[in-house]
């Protein structure tokens, strides 16, 4: 099982390698160094997560159509051709918005979409997988080697594009992104060998459903923790993930970092990550998991304080501390609220439910890069003063994550299962459904 446990990491990890350069190193050329608007940017950033909604038929779908005896394989080999393809397309966004401003638009728009769909069709995929072979007692360890790997993969990933990308030309970027993409294509792909059991689909195709968009709200609204988990995760990953399109060109307008810098910020944050990931397993077992989710929580609030504090005082020591404290409560928290998130899933129902979490994921991605980019914009022309927008969505960011701590108290795991087990509640879902 821990070899099929690297595999899963390793795909993992490949995805996230691939998003790494198109939320850090591009946001700041394009926002930065090209002067283009943050609005429009995230515009661009946030299309892939319009289509989130595709994570539950993608899942359902699955659940009961395997493709050559296979049911997760061939979405997740199609999502990582796809992620590595979108990464290499938006460099040509650089040239292209040089020569003509409609064309780049275009350009972004294109390798943004590419990548979001591979997003899609792989995530939902090798989250089921990874819970279908782990097994309830298995999960969390599957889960923590899955982020540790992740977060070693985004800090080699950061760190190749800041030796390689040192200017903000298409050429340098062109370079590093392609090396990224064809890295991250090639770790995934060697890492699909051998990993999924063939599925016995004659045995299983009559007892199997699929799920509709209208089944995951029904199945959300008909559990009342289910409905929480949902709004709390979304009100947690868009103030955390609302940060990416910001934090480097913040760092580069206040600071005056260079392009290498700015990329290195994902590193040392998720450094800090990673020492939190073995802290969240310390204590996995010995501290509830509600407990060690708001502990990440708390960290990740005090984090964005601290940033908007550099910013006022004009403290490079200060940001880096913000960086490093974020990139802590984040780790604490992905840890223990994935583990709440498989908790809350019902094992019948994986690839519906599975795709539900993931449809907040990518609402919640959508929702705070364009909270993040409108209200920045506004707040500059408005004020006058380019940081005052930078601060104001930080601190906003750490408002909703106040918000998501307080609704963390109202999360009861056993009260969830007690209401999906009813024997009346697939039914309820179909009749809600329709």
Not at 107 to 127: E, P
Not at 195 to 202: G, K, S, V
């Amino acid at each position: 099982m821990f070899r099929k446990r690297l595999q899963l990491a390793f795909i993992h990890t490949a995805v996230a390698m691939t998003l790494v350069p198109l939320t850090g190193t591009l946001n700041r050329v394009m926002i930065f160094d090209f002067g283009l608007s943050k609005t429009i940017f995230t515009l661009i950033a946030i299309f892939p997560y319009l289509f989130s909604p595709i994570q539950v038929a993608i899942g359902s779908y699955a659940d009961s159509h395997p493709i050559l005896g296979y049911r997760r394989t061939p979405h997740i080999l199609l999502g990582l051709l796809l992620c590595a393809a979108g990464l290499g397309i938006s460099s040509f966004m650089v040239s292209a918005i040089h020569t003509n401003y409609a064309s780049g638009i275009l350009v972004g728009l294109v390798a943004f979409f590419l990548w979001g769909m591979g997003y899609h069709f792989s995530a939902v995929s090798y989250f089921s997988l990874a819970s279908e072979l782990s097994g309830e007692k298995g999960r969390g360890t599957t889960i923590a080697i899955m982020f540790f790997m992740m977060v070693l993969g985004i800090i080699t990933a950061s760190q190749t594009v800041s030796h390689m990308a040192t200017e903000p030309t298409f050429e340098a970027l062109s370079r590093a992104f392609w090396i990224v993409s064809i890295s991250a294509l090639t770790l995934g792909l060697l890492s699909l060998i051998k990993l999924e059991p063939r599925f016995n689909a004659a045995s299983s195709n009559s007892s199997a459903k699929t799920h509709t968009i209208q089944e995951m709200y029904a199945a959300i609204t008909a559990n009342p923790v289910a409905r929480v988990f949902f709004i709390y995760l979304l009100l947690l990953l868009a103030a955390i993930l609302g940060q990416d399109v910001l934090l480097e060109p913040f760092g580069a307008q206040a600071f005056g970092m260079t392009i290498s810098e700015t990329s290195r910020i994902v590193s040392y944050s998720q450094l800090l990550t990673l020492i939190a990931f073995f802290v969240a397993g310390f204590m996995e077992g010995r501290v509830e998991k509600k407990k060690i989710a708001q502990m990440g929580n708390i960290c990740a609030i005090l984090g964005f304080l601290l940033i908007i504090v550099s910013g006022i005082a004009q403290s490079l020591g200060i940001f880096y501390a913000g960086i490093m404290l974020l990139g802590f409560g984040t780790g604490i928290a992905t840890v223990a609220n994935l583990s709440l998130m498989y908790n809350l899933t019902v094992r019948e129902e994986v690839g519906l439910y599975i795709g539900a979490w993931g449809f907040s994921n990518g609402l919640s991605r959508l929702t705070g890069l364009l909270m993040a980019g409108i209200v920045a914009d506004l707040a500059t022309q408005l004020t006058g003063d380019l940081l005052s927008g930078y601060l104001l969505v930080f601190g906003l960011e750490a408002l909703m994550l106040l918000l998501a701590a307080i609704m963390l108290h109202r999360i009861d795991v056993s009260a969830f299962q007690k209401k999906a087990h009813e024997p009346s509640f697939t039914d309820k879902v179909a009749l809600t459904a329709e």
